[in-house]
Every structure is written in C-alpha cells, then in structure tokens.
C-alpha cells in the first residue's frame, strides 16, 4: 500500500520559514518524480515545485521561485520542500505527489500527471 506522510506545517510569520517533509512508503521511491501542490482557502490546487527521479532536475511555480527549494533523500524515501521569505498568499494546505514518468517536464506542472497523493499538511502565514 503506497502511503505519501507530509508533515512541518504550522503557523509562522510572514519572512519565516518552514521545511516540509513527505515520508513516502510502499513505493520505489527512486522510480518516482515528486511533486509539492498546494490549495489556498477557497482556490484550486496549484503546482509548486517538482524534481526528477534523481534529484538533479528541478521545476517551479513562478510565485516560489528563489523562495522555495525542493529536494529528495532517495535513501530515507523522503522528499522536501524548504519555504524562505514567507508571504501571507502562501497559506494553503501543502501536497506532496509521485509520479511514475520518467522524465520532469511541463506536464509535471499538472495534478493530473500524478499517481498518488499525501493528506496535506497546513501552512498558515500570518502578517
């Protein structure tokens, strides 16, 4: 049974910052590309960031760029999103996702693109 675990939300000030971990299990990590969305109250899911099986790839959102850093632990199965210089628009409950595809491309982008899904873990910014 494939489990996907987020965890390290919390309430923070806005120019804080948090690190959010996803603990995967019952998968290959290795053989899977990860993925971080996130919904804000009252919006749709959005993408935030991705990275390659290897970790050597990486794609993100306009809105996190040089704010936000994805990486993966393929030896403890475990992917991770660090937030720097957080904004109160950040606010959202945060996804991770796996992806069997080989490769990191624009469809990456797209919720639909992934084959399993965490529960979400909750980041409130506050001004």
């Known amino acids: 049974q494939v489990q996907l675990e987020e965890s390290g939300g919390r309430l923070v000030q806005a120019g804080g910052s948090l690190r959010l971990s996803c603990a995967t299990s019952?998968?290959?990590?290795?053989?899977?590309?990860m993925g971080w969305f996130r919904q804000p109250p009252g919006k749709e899911r959005e993408f935030v960031a991705a990275?390659?099986?290897?970790?050597?790839?990486?794609r993100y959102a306009d809105s996190v760029k040089g704010r936000f850093t994805i990486s993966r632990d393929n030896a403890e199965n475990t992917v991770y999103l660090q937030l720097n210089s957080l904004k109160p628009e950040d606010t959202a409950v945060y996804y991770c996702?796996?992806?069997?595809?080989?490769?990191?491309?624009?469809?990456?982008?797209?919720?639909?693109?992934?084959?399993?899904w965490g529960q979400g873990t909750q980041v409130t910014v506050s001004s």
């Open positions: 019952g998968l290959t990590f290795s053989n899977y590309l």
């Open positions: 996702a796996a992806d069997r595809n080989v490769h990191l491309t624009s469809s990456s982008t797209s919720s639909r693109t992934y084959d399993h």
């Open positions: 990275i390659s099986r290897s970790g050597g790839t990486t």
